[in-house]
Nanobody
Framework: VQLQASGGGLVQPGSSLRLSCVVSGFSLHSGTVGWFRQAPGKEREGVSCIRSGDGSTAYASSVRGRFTISKNSAKNTVYLQMNNLQPEDTAVYYC????????????????????WGQGTLVTVSS
């Protein structure tokens, strides 16, 4: 299983970015795919995820209403649309996949994810 994240960059506050995660060796018709981030000096945190079984999504409270996760199963790609970015969103963003359909209480917990991609850096600064 391989996950390839891309789309990061340097943007000003209030801007938007769309991250992409191309997944190979793993079907988006099953399992759970999530986005996590880690800022310098901070622990990795769950940002958003999507569960294939029923399409359920979950968001961290800090991004709810600004970020939207979606997937294109035909392209085996999961997206994270990030709007109104703020300096506190600065971090390395990782996509990860879990083999099963995680229960809601586990969806943003990194320990349940089996496969990880390399990160893409998002920097929000004026």
């Amino acid at each position: 299983v391989q996950l390839q994240a891309s789309g990061g960059g340097l943007v000003q506050p209030g801007s938007s970015l769309r991250l992409s995660c191309v997944v190979s060796g793993f079907s988006l018709h099953s399992g759970t795919v999530g986005w996590f981030r880690q800022a310098p000096g901070k622990e990795r945190e769950g940002v958003s995820c999507i569960r294939s079984g029923d399409g359920s999504t979950a968001y961290a409270s800090s991004v709810r209403g600004r970020f939207t996760i979606s997937k294109n199963s035909a392209k085996n790609t999961v997206y994270l649309q990030m709007n109104n970015l703020q300096p506190e969103d600065t971090a390395v963003y990782y996509c990860a996949a879990a083999s099963g359909n995680l229960i809601r209480s586990s969806m943003l917990a990194s320990r349940y994810y089996n496969y990880w991609g390399q990160g893409t850096l998002v920097t929000v600064s004026s």
